[in-house]
């Protein structure tokens, strides 16, 4: 985790041509080294134990979200969630809650009023949230603050940054910031399986993780706008 701490703290000072070529060389070198597990994994779609099948014992469930990451982006979300309602979906809208734009609360009153949901996505979005276990709690408390007031269930951090022991802090129902496998990442340490599983606290407490299996990586229009990721959770 020290490269990606000391990375997101100079990011801001690197010019964006320059991060995408260093990013093509890390790239290429990763590829190479994870041929045998990536793009596809196929143990990770080894089910649990016991599992009975999700929901209800469907054969499959398929999950679709938006980090909305800037100020294009959300200003283009009202757009998409009727694209989608016309399509016959509901998905949810992941939002930053003290980043590049100001949270609209009209915004999240229509899109839960038409039936979709509101998630908080990290805090400030700036890579440094796992930064410190110190400053960690002190951002879960205001990231508790915004999932209370949105009436929020959901998590996501940004760039798929994670620490499950330390996201006991946040009041999350479910936590969305962890994958299967994916060496691409800034902190590439998969889950090793595409199914939910429960992450246990002290007593009866703790939260839901959902990792998103490859097949569902972000896909962005402009660095800017809203990332749409999609997540299916299979059975054998």
Known sequence: MLKERLYYQIKPFLPWRLRMAVRQILARRKRQAARDIWPIN???AQP???WPGWPNGRKFAFVLTHDVEGPLGQSKCLQLAQLEKKLGF???FNLVPEGDY???PELRA???RDGFEVGVHDLHH?????NSRREFAKNAARINHYLKEWGAVGFRSGFMLHNLEWAHDIGAFYDGSTFDTDPFEPQPDGMGTIFPFWVAGEGDKGYVELPYPLGSRPISTSRHSAEARRQSIRTA
């Open 90 to 92: 509901r998905s949810s």
């Open 102 to 104: 100001v949270v609209s």
């Open 110 to 112: 229509a899109l839960v």
């Open 126 to 130: 700036d890579g440094k949230l796992y």
């Open 48 to 50: 649990p134990e016991g």
């Open 42 to 44: 196929e143990s990770v």
